[in-house]
């Protein structure tokens, strides 16, 4: 049983993780139509960012962690609005656009941090004992973290004039820009939101798995297994599917070890993405 | 309407993989044999993706149809079958009927939907070939793979190995070539307008599956090429990420002819190899030419060099 609530724990912290992910990476899709292939590479930067703050400013983490936001989002917005935005509606063009960006990045930080991976430690240690239930005070700070993010983002979406304006562009750009939505300010806009909250995440989680070049590919793709399950370009079902992936993933490493519990989620979105396109959630959000 | 099974870029083609049997005469270089060894797997896997891409897909599958190839000829050889032609046309089969239920089941997908399907392809074979011991040795790989045996005689050594890729790349080549020719307008015509194709009464998953398995067939050469190369199968020769080099080659070479993969692999394999020791840097420079190609010079090597032989003569 404790190992059960154990392993329930970190699901659930896995999942706020990958949440956090997925939203950005479905944002994405949903408003511009773009698959964001440097995603990853935005997780990497924001971990590398939060480190050089730490490493070499002697910043205090929490605010190498605003730095590391400000500079993935600044960057996803000139990105956007450079050199995307001329051929936003071109699908395999902005994939190709997002790719070269991603080996540019990734590149780019092997070269100036090398292969290893960093000493970059969680500031905070330790662990919560309840009872037999151990929980490791890091994670909780991250999934309070990532917890309020998504809450803050989920504000801007529905509770403000940005995320109605956003969420029109994603239900209907033709009808949206005849009402008078700009894309060329909100979609800048929204792809820095989106690479801010990547770059929320690697700077929160880095510290605590670990920082090398490289360990963008994964996040790459867990966040298309979640957006796949959740249904391309929703909100909700990202967020829920990042819970079913990270909850999956906690309780096959705990009771089965290797990679079986990888293979069956990806066999099962497979699956989904043939026969249900449109994910857990099942609402079409935009064609493809 | 008449169809020509093989055009002037296909021939250039051709005569450019020759190069495979000439350079031997010239020189002894290990470097130079690795170089062009390398470059001639690429190709292949690189004309994989630019079948798929004809029809405006984007498949991240092909490391996944290289591993079937690649692991049919490792364990054929264990059990002693080392024919050349009886092994390439296993290279080339085995993958191709494997990929006739999935395409199936993956060309109801478009566009994007079909890109997130290959790559999550590429995941799944990378974590079957690491839970399947028994049959691919798991995280081992298979190694001492057999030496490929032509009318019996053994084709061991450096060079014969070389002049083999050489083959096989020649091989893929005329495959390609004569699909993509035959096939040229039913082709263009789902690039420019899948829908508008079908309503034109083109049956268009007709097509689309037969580029889907012949390419799984090509990339099963390929395949075969890296293992009859590296005489072992090993899951890392068929990393899901490699399938960013393959479409690098491919974009950066450009689509409008199959000059295009050739073009791109040869000159980014040689670029990579200038970076020596620091391969893992040449990522970087596929990154820019990608970019560069998308937002510059949309044809690539070749269409470039086309549009400015247009402009000279």
């Not at chain 1, 070499?56 to 936001?69: E, I, K, R, T």
């Not at chain 2, 075969?224 to 899951?235: D, F, G, I, K």
Request: with cysteine; net charge neutral; hydrophobic share 55%.
């Amino acid at each position: 049983m404790d190992q059960f609530v154990q392993a329930a724990l970190i699901g659930i912290s896995l999942g706020a993780q990958y949440a956090l992910l997925a939203l950005g990476f479905t944002l994405i899709f949903g408003i511009l139509g773009v698959v964001n292939f440097s995603h990853g590479g935005f997780y990497m930067l924001g971990g590398y960012v939060a480190y050089s703050c730490v490493a070499f400013l002697g910043l205090p983490y929490p605010l190498a962690v605003l730095v590391a936001v400000a500079a993935t989002a600044a960057l996803g917005w000139v990105f956007e609005l450079f050199l995307l935005e001329r051929l936003v509606d071109d699908h395999l063009a902005t994939l190709m656009l997002t790719l070269g960006l991603y080996l540019v990045i990734s590149t780019g930080l092997l070269t100036v941090f090398g292969p290893l991976s960093m000493e970059f430690a969680f500031p905070v240690t330790g662990a919560l004992h309840m009872g037999p239930i151990y929980v490791p005070r890091e994670n909780l700070i991250v999934l309070a973290v990532c917890l309020t993010a998504i809450a803050a983002l989920w504000l801007v979406l529905y509770r403000t004039d940005l995320g109605r304006g956003l969420r029109a562009l994603a239900d209907d750009r033709a009808v949206a820009m005849a009402q008078g939505l700009r894309p060329k300010l909100l979609f800048p806009l929204a792809f820095a939101i989106a690479t801010g909250l990547a770059g929320l995440t690697g700077a929160l989680v880095t510290p605590i798995l670990s920082l090398s070049p490289g360990v963008g590919d994964p996040v790459l793709a867990t966040s298309f297994l979640t957006v796949i399950l959740g249904g391309l370009g929703s909100l909700e079902g990202a967020a829920l599917a990042a819970f079913v992936v990270g909850i999956v993933e906690a309780f096959s490493s705990v009771y089965f070890g290797g990679s079986i519990g990888a293979l069956v989620l990806f066999v099962l979105v497979l699956l989904l993405l043939v026969f249900r396109p449109t994910g857990l959630m099942g609402r079409t959000v935009r064609g493809a | 309407m008449r169809i020509k099974l093989l055009g002037w870029t296909e021939l250039v083609a051709l005569l450019l993989l020759s190069s495979g049997f000439v350079v031997p005469v010239f020189t002894r270089s290990v470097l130079a044999y690795s170089v062009l060894n390398q470059a001639f797997v690429g190709v292949i896997a690189a004309e994989s993706v630019w079948i798929m891409l004809r029809m405006n897909l984007l498949s991240f599958a092909t490391p996944a149809f290289m591993a079937i190839g690649g692991y049919t000829v490792a364990i054929a050889g264990q059990h002693n079958i080392t024919d050349a032609f009886l092994m390439t046309a296993a290279a080339f089969l085995v993958p191709a009927l494997v990929a006739v239920p999935l395409g199936a089941l993956v060309l109801r997908l478009r566009g994007t939907y079909f890109v997130l399907v290959t790559f999550v392809l590429s995941q799944i074979m990378q974590l079957l070939i690491f839970e399947t011991p028994g049959l691919t040795g798991g995280s081992n790989g298979i190694s001492g793979v057999a030496a490929v045996t032509l009318f019996g005689a053994e084709l061991g050594t450096n060079r014969l190995v070389l002049e083999y890729a050489c083959g096989l790349a020649m091989v893929a080549t005329l495959i390609t070539g004569v699909l993509t020719r035959y096939f040229h307008q039913h082709f263009a015509g789902i690039e420019e307008n899948e829908i508008l194709a079908e309503s034109l009464g083109l049956a268009v998953w007709r097509y689309k599956a037969l580029g889907f398995v012949v390419a799984a067939g090509v990339a099963g050469l390929a395949g075969y090429s890296l293992v009859n190369m590296l005489l072992t199968a090993h899951p890392s020769s068929f990393d899901s990420s490699t399938a960013v080099d393959f479409i690098a080659y491919t974009i950066v070479g450009g689509r409008v002819s199959i000059l295009g993969p050739v073009l791109g692999t040869g000159a980014l394999v040689f670029a990579t190899n200038l970076f020596g020791t620091h391969g893992q840097y040449a990522q970087g420079l596929y990154g820019v030419l990608i970019l560069v190609v998308v937002l510059a010079a949309r044809g690539g090597i070749a269409g470039s060099m086309a549009a400015l032989w247009r402009r000279v003569s």
